[in-house]
């Protein structure tokens, strides 16, 4: 009877009542998968100034990637242009350091500009030789005072993106350039730009550079590889073309050897 009173004790029965109370409610499967949702370590998307985390990834979708321009929102574009206008002073700057350190990251684009440089040696005076490292600065700096004047008009905007794409296309076949040197480039200016005091200062302004420079490097990766498939359709035609031609060449030779040799030979 003692035995039994000890187990069936008041205090063992609140023990158990608590401990009931205590026991998780949420299964362990489903505390798992929200981790695998908000993987540790992870950031709201903020650019932390030095680090590489935010990265223009172009090899998503265009639906799901949210690089659109028209996403900006318009406290966004005033960010962005009034970023853009403090920057003057520096963008020259800004912008070698860029493609300075996109040689140093694809030797193909160093061999580009090298190759450019002895060019421009023999160029006249007066000329301008825009494949150099200090004329694609200037291009730089163009291109974006461009971009941000007519972000209103998103169709515009893009189009002259895709153009610069599609203008670099003809070097897939003569240089080796690959469209994974948009991505390079594009990291390296999310980088340099992003980490800027200026743009640091507000987090619209940081959420503009991002989304803009992300969208860049989609759209100028598009333009480049659908004027380099078009490019190599041209090769491969021309090559396929080129046995035919000498095979008639050829078959006209024959013909005019027979000629020569029926003139010759009496019969």
């Not at 069936?8 to 009542?17: E, I, L, R, T, V």
């Not at 490292?133 to 893009?158: G, M, R, Y």
């Amino acid at each position: 009877m003692r035995i039994y009173s000890i187990m069936n004790s008041p205090d063992k029965a609140k023990k158990k009542k608590k401990m009931h109370r205590t026991a998780p409610s949420t299964p362990t499967s489903f505390r798992r998968t929200q981790s695998l949702r908000c993987p540790k370590g992870a950031t709201n998307g903020l650019l932390r100034k030095g680090s590489r985390t935010a990265r223009s990834k172009s090899s998503r979708a265009k639906a799901e990637s949210g690089f659109a321009l028209s996403r900006l929102t318009f406290s966004q574009k005033i960010a962005l242009a009034s970023t853009w206008k403090s920057m003057r002073g520096q963008t020259s700057v800004i912008m070698r350091k860029i493609l300075t350190e996109l040689e140093i990251v694809s030797p193909k684009v160093k061999n580009i500009f090298y190759k450019a440089a002895l060019v421009d040696c023999f160029h006249k005076e007066g000329t301008e030789n825009r494949a150099t490292l200090d004329e694609h600065v200037k291009l730089l700096t163009k291109f974006f005072d461009e971009l941000i004047a007519n972000i209103e008009n998103e169709s515009e905007a893009l189009a002259m993106i895709k153009k610069v794409g599609q203008e670099h296309a003809i070097l897939s076949a003569s240089c080796g350039f690959h469209a994974e040197i948009w991505e390079q480039m594009g990291e390296i200016a999310m980088e340099k730009i992003c980490t800027l005091d200026v743009v640091q200062k507000t987090r619209e302004a940081g959420r503009a550079w991002r989304t803009v420079i992300a969208c860049v490097t989609d759209e100028m990766r598009h333009g480049f590889d659908f004027e380099a498939r078009v490019f190599s359709r041209k090769s491969s035609s021309a090559e396929q073309l080129a046995p035919s031609a000498n095979e008639e060449e050829m078959l006209n030779r024959l013909h005019m050897l027979r000629m020569e040799y029926n003139s010759t030979v009496p019969l």
